[in-house]
Nanobody
Framework: QVQLVESGGGSVQAGGSLTLSCTTSGSVYSDNCFGWFRQTPGSSREGVAVVYTGDGITDISNSVKGRFTISPGNATNTVSLQMNSLKPEDTAMYYC??????????????????WGQGTQVTVS
């Protein structure tokens, strides 16, 4: 069974930074797509940033481009989302996803089979 363990959410003031991490097993990590998606109550899920671990190619939403970076994390089998210059509109539940479908960021995670439990990010 695929497990995605997220960490790093929390509360921060506008302009601050947070780093989200998503850790999984090695068999899932290699040559796969990982994405961070976010959702607020009453809104559809938004694809924030995705990365293909095979070659490191990323796709970043225009809403966070220049502020957020997705990359393989420092720890093994980890994908991180570095969030800088956070804004109140970044407040959401953030979910890690792993699946080839996760690379289709603009679909908002449609068809993705594996999700983390979610981590709340609150910017005030």
């Amino acid at each position: 069974q695929v497990q995605l363990v997220e960490s790093g959410g929390g509360s921060v003031q506008a302009g601050g930074s947070l780093t989200l991490s998503c850790t999984t097993s090695g068999s899932v990590y290699s040559d796969n797509c990982f994405g961070w998606f976010r959702q607020t109550p009453g809104s559809s899920r938004e694809g924030v940033a995705v990365v293909y671990t095979g070659d490191g190619i990323t796709d970043i939403s225009n809403s966070v481009k220049g502020r957020f970076t997705i990359s393989p994390g420092n720890a093994t089998n980890t994908v991180s989302l570095q969030m800088n210059s956070l804004k109140p509109e970044d407040t959401a539940m953030y979910y890690c996803a792993a699946d080839r479908m996760a690379c289709l960021r603009q679909t908002g995670g449609e068809g993705v089979n594996f999700w983390g439990q979610g981590t709340q990010v609150t910017v005030s």
